[in-house]
């Protein structure tokens, strides 16, 4: 009893955090979750296999739940240098109302129940790139690239461009070329899309010591490589209808929507030394978000409306 009197605990330690469902929600990261779903979604639907209905919801919450899960783990660890930057210092664990080791467990509990269900349910090719994917995201990207190279959005881009690959696989049960061009269109589109964030939020990134591309080689370097990334990237998004995958009428919004992407980058390319304001950066960072969800949505459509046509001549 003497040892319990003469010993000091900080309760504090050991006492779990007043977070809300709302807290824990925000480290999953919606907005991007949002966006790993859909071209997930896609993926799914597009793919030349018919899946149970259920097993293909459950396959999508997986997906899902991987992608929180991530997002979960990326907050744990970089909570230090979230809590430098304006744009993430709210998030929940700098701010405080999150636990790190309470973030650290959510995510992994998190990972675990995804893969295991879309191992379990559906197949366990999709449970592997899932699993690798969270893998490369928390830990090749997040504790290593991520503060060691200003290539660090590059290669660690292609955890976000896996999405569709899963919602392939769940499907087919393999992985097929067209899969793969839905993931180099977001490969190819995550520098320049980060690049534009980071030109107006170099600030942020500096005072975290992170070494993305404006802060280490320069604005005006970082701008010719954002053009140069969309001179690819147009191609690329037309890619499905040149090796027949899709219509003309996709060709068509794809080779716009690219012109449209590289029209935004050459603003960027041209903007002064001299503009603090950053306009064409925030324009092509605001852009980018509408390529991506168009032309992933141009792709959907095309795939239902010729499945549709297909059973209507049947």
Request: aromatic residues 14%; charged residues 10%.
């Amino acid at each position: 009893m003497a040892l319990v009197d003469n010993t000091r605990i900080d309760d504090t330690s050991f006492r779990m955090s007043e977070a809300t469902a709302g807290d824990f929600f925000a480290l999953l990261k919606p907005r991007v979750m949002s966006l790993v779903v859909f071209t997930a979604f896609v993926g799914l639907v597009a793919a030349p296999a018919t899946i149970n209905p259920f097993l293909a919801v459950v396959a999508i919450l997986a997906i899902a739940i991987g992608a929180g899960a991530s997002g979960a783990l990326n907050m744990w660890y970089d909570a230090d240098i979230d809590a430098v930057m304006t744009r993430t210092a709210e998030r929940p664990v700098p701010s405080g109302r999150v636990r790190p080791g309470e973030a650290l467990v959510f995510g992994l509990i998190l990972s675990v129940l995804s893969v295991m269900t879309l191992g379990v349910l559906v197949n366990w090719l999709s449970a592997a790139l899932l699993v690798f994917t969270i893998f490369f995201y928390a830990v090749i990207y997040t504790m290593w690239l991520k503060r060691s190279t200003p290539q660090n959005i590059v290669i660690g881009g292609a955890a976000g461009a896996f999405p569709p690959v899963i919602g392939w696989a769940a499907a087919t049960g393999s992985v097929s070329l067209e899969s793969v061009i839905l993931f180099l269109i977001i490969f190819l589109w995550t520098p320049p899309h980060f690049w534009a964030l980071a030109l107006f939020k170099s600030g942020d990134y500096e005072r975290a010591g992170i070494p993305m591309m404006p802060n280490v080689a320069g604005e005006t370097s970082t701008r010719r490589q954002i053009f140069a990334y969309a001179l690819v990237l147009a191609p690329i998004g037309v890619l499905p209808w040149y090796l027949g995958y899709a219509s003309a009428g996709y060709g068509i919004a794809s080779a716009l929507l690219g012109a449209g992407f590289v029209w935004y980058s050459w603003k960027v390319l041209m903007m002064p030394d001299s503009d603090r304001v950053m306009k064409p950066a925030k324009a092509l960072f605001g852009y980018s978000l509408l390529y991506l969800f168009a032309i992933f949505a141009a792709y959907l459509a095309d795939s239902v409306v010729e499945r549709a046509l297909g059973l209507a001549g049947a």
